[in-house]
């Protein structure tokens, strides 16, 4: 009928119109990061990262060595039936290791995001020897283990 006023459309207030995306959350690994991390890619960033204190013989105070798969399998502290692996997993998250308030020369730097997510994601799935565990074999011939950061 003309002339009726038609009643008002209802408003639809927008409720949250826009979602701000998430603060990264410190403590887990980018959700894009790979989900699968072999272990000689653990290896290659403990060499450069950890290597240079968790030896045999330990650097700079270092409680045990992290060399090889075995040695993150340990149980540490002794007796305490936790293995390193676990230790790892909340040095890692934490960002207590490495340690960047330890005046030595060259410095302590603190891991690239991508290390943070590669060892979280291997932390994650249960630390296991994905890929194997001989390293040396896999590299090319006359390699280094890793150069940089040491
Ligand atoms: C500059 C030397 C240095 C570097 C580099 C270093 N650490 Fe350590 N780490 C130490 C020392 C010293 C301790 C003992 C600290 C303590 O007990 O308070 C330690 C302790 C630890 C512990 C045992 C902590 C606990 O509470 O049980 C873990 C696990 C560990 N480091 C892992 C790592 C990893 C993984 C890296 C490399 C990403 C790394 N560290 C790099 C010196 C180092």
Do not use: K
């Not at 565990?133 to 390699?143: E, F, L």
């Amino acid at each position: 009928m003309l002339g009726r006023i038609r009643p008002s459309a209802p408003v639809i207030e927008p409720t949250a119109s826009y979602d701000a995306p998430p603060e990264p959350d410190p403590l887990a690994p980018d959700p894009n990061a790979r989900r699968v991390v072999r272990w000689c890619e653990v290896e290659a960033v403990l060499a450069s990262r950890c290597q240079r204190c968790h030896a045999i013989p330990s650097q700079a105070g270092a409680p045990f060595p992290l060399l090889g798969f075995a040695d993150t399998q340990r149980e540490h502290p002794p007796g305490s039936g936790e293995p390193i692996v676990r230790r790892m997993a909340h040095v890692i998250r934490h960002r207590i290791m490495p340690p960047i308030h330890m005046p030595l020369e060259p410095p302590v730097l603190p891991l690239e995001p991508a290390e943070v997510d590669l060892l979280l994601v291997w932390l994650e799935e249960g630390g296991l020897p994905f890929g194997g565990v001989d390293c040396a074999s896999q590299r090319a011939p006359g390699a280094p283990a890793s150069a940089s950061h040491r």
